[in-house]
């Protein structure tokens, strides 16, 4: 078993900065992705950005260049983050933590993040 435990959600201006966090442990493998999907009500959950286990990176258009997500690997964990710059009303959604290794999906709570002026 996986447990991701997620962190750094709120409310923020437009045009401004948050940094989400996710920290996984438990069974975890050397090979796996981990990424931050969110959702807006009404909505479908998404992929916001993801990062493999040897650090390579996908982010979804409407985020790129704002958005960098990064991980750090130690011995039976790992943290990954989401820095969160520029931020615009439509990114307003609650954000989930993701782990998929050996073809299953660990997920967060989730956290909710609000732009609104």
């Known amino acids: 078993q996986v447990q991701l435990v997620e962190s750094g959600g709120g409310l923020v201006q437009p045009g401004g900065s948050l940094r989400l966090s996710c920290a996984a442990s438990?069974?975890?493998?050397?090979?796996?992705?981990m990424g931050w999907y969110r959702q807006a009500p009404g909505k479908q959950r998404e992929l916001v950005a993801s990062?493999?286990?040897?650090?390579?990176?996908?982010?979804l258009d409407s985020v790129k260049g704002r958005f960098t997500i990064s991980r750090v690997n130690a011995k039976n964990t790992v943290t990954v983050r989401l820095q969160m710059n520029s931020l615009k009303p439509e990114d307003t959604a609650v954000y989930y933590c993701?782990?998929?290794?050996?073809?299953?999906?660990?997920w967060g709570q989730g956290t909710q993040v609000t732009v609104s002026s």
């Open positions: 993701n782990m998929r290794q050996l073809g299953y999906d660990y």
């Open positions: 438990g069974s975890i493998v050397s090979i796996n992705a």
């Open positions: 990062i493999t286990s040897r650090g390579s990176t996908n982010y």
